[in-house]
């Protein structure tokens, strides 16, 4: 089986090395030069109008206002008066794994790059995405930077205190950048996976288990929280008396027993106690929303999912819509209390950061960061902190302060070219026209011509 992995993971990288992208500083010969942008400073929420940026070796060596001589550069890009940000960071990522068709792999971490995301945090590891890491790293792969989870730490793979020492310690050694946690852990086991976890020093994230509770994982220390996972059982009374394991769908069924006066006293331990959330509220809206597959099957981004993953997207969203439980009024219950939490969290707690679990139910990858945006926009957050969970706060998160996050000399050449202004209105990030990652640029041309050969890629496979 390793020999299979390695050789799909090898055919993958050959594939990802020749996606189609403009030259790097080094194939064109000088300095690469940016010109006539407005560049968006996201820390601070300001724009910087009529700048250029000078790129050498993949990283920022100048930014400077717009001048007229553009003599000595080897290659120069016109920006149009497009605004230039750092690129995005999709906090809740999945990467397809072996046995998944080495093209497929491909397509998923292009279409991440396609809308405007040039960093991911897979939440799901596997072995090959060891390999993938390295080479988007290096520069093999055309690929956004990955970082990557172990594999999934769940009921099923640590049900004994034993069980989680080990995975622990050997995920830990194998070079995974964090753990996955997953529901159905008993909480004598996730005690363990903590205390090894915390010896090993290696960071866990993901969901809180049913056992495990709220506020112990803040207690515990998690790198993030993700989906709000939790917060929702977090505010049902112990008086009430319910089964926790009763609470559904993210706590849907608790919906009605949530008290928000215990809200205050949940997002100020997560500040406490330095815990990010990635809300990925887009899942919720598209997977467990009332809204029918068809309609969401229409919109454009679907073509360029195949056929099988979206026939099992809309045979999941039928077993919860047709499942006797399912009631659309307190759906647009829970749903406010969603948006209330995630509000919350921004304003007292520690940090959000965007994320939208793709390819999951619905989101395809990149453009499902889009619909996380809109989805913090209607939980209130202001625009430019909205930018911010996308771009600078990741960097802190991961140490990469001094790496990507803001277009400054010195960093990494990690940047996006959009149309219009995002601190008006974060949505211009649907309208990408260029994106650059360790040098390599993509226009808005080549952008879509790729995205098209994916398009009729899956559309030879459709009914």
């Known amino acids: 089986m390793k020999h299979v992995t390695f050789f799909s993971v090898c055919c993958l990288v050959l594939l990802l090395g020749g996606c189609q992208g403009g030259p790097s500083p080094e194939q064109a010969g000088g300095d690469l030069l940016i010109r006539n942008v407005h560049l968006v400073d996201v820390e601070n929420g300001r724009i910087l109008e009529g700048q250029q940026v000078v790129i050498d070796s993949g990283r920022i060596s100048r930014i400077e206002p ?68 390295e080479a988007a790293e290096s520069g093999a792969a055309n690929s956004p930077r990955i970082i990557t989870s ?66 112990h994982a803040l207690e515990s220390g998690y790198a993030t929280i993700d989906h709000v996972d939790g917060y929702l059982e977090g505010l049902v009374p112990e008086s009430d008396g319910v089964a926790p394991d009763q609470n559904g769908f993210f706590g849907f069924n608790f919906t009605d027993l949530a008290d928000t006066t215990n809200l205050a006293g949940l997002v100020a331990l997560t500040r406490e106690k330095q815990v990010w959330v990635v809300p990925t509220q887009s899942l919720f809206e598209r997977w467990f929303a009332p809204t029918d597959a068809d309609s969401l099957l229409a919109q454009p981004e679907m073509r360029y999912m195949p056929q099988a993953i979206k026939d099992g997207w809309a045979s999941t969203k039928a077993q919860y819509m047709e499942s006797p439980q399912w009631d659309p009024q307190k759906w647009e219950r829970f749903d406010r209390l969603r948006l209330q ?20 139910v619905f989101n395809v990858p990149g453009f499902s960061l889009h619909h996380e945006i809109a989805g913090m926009q209607r939980a209130g957050i202001p625009h430019a902190e909205i930018l911010r969970m996308g771009t600078l706060y990741p960097a802190r998160f991961f140490g990469l302060e001094g790496e ?9 050449a990690e940047c996006i070219l959009l149309g219009s202004n995002p601190l008006e209105d974060p949505g211009a990030i649907r309208d990408l026209r260029g994106v650059m990652r360790q040098g390599r640029w993509m226009d808005a041309h080549e952008l879509e011509e790729n995205l098209e050969a994916i398009a009729r890629r899956y559309a030879q496979n459709s009914p």
């Open 150 to 215: 172990s594999p999934s730490l769940n009921g099923n793979t640590v049900p004994t205190p034993e069980a989680a020492r080990t995975l622990v310690s050997q995920y830990a050694a194998e070079g995974y950048d964090f753990l996955k946690i997953h529901p159905g852990i008993p909480r004598v086991a996730f005690d363990t996976l903590v205390a090894t976890a915390r010896e090993a020093g290696i960071p866990f994230a993901g969901h809180v288990p049913v056992a495990v509770g709220i506020r």
């Open 66 to 133: 717009l001048a007229a001589d553009t003599s000595g550069y080897g290659n120069i890009i016109d920006g149009g008066g497009g605004y230039l940000m750092p690129g995005l960071t999709e906090m809740h990522a999945h990467i397809p794994s072996p046995p998944a068709d080495p093209q497929w792999i491909q397509d998923a971490l292009f279409l991440y790059m396609a809308g405007g995301v040039t960093t991911i945090r897979g939440m799901l590891g596997h072995p090959a995405h060891l390999e993938l890491r």
């Open 341 to 360: 939490l995630i509000y919350r969290l921004y304003r007292d707690g520690y940090g959000l950061l965007l994320g939208s679990d793709a390819p999951q």
């Open 404 to 412: 990507i996050g803001t277009l400054e000399a010195g960093k990494q």
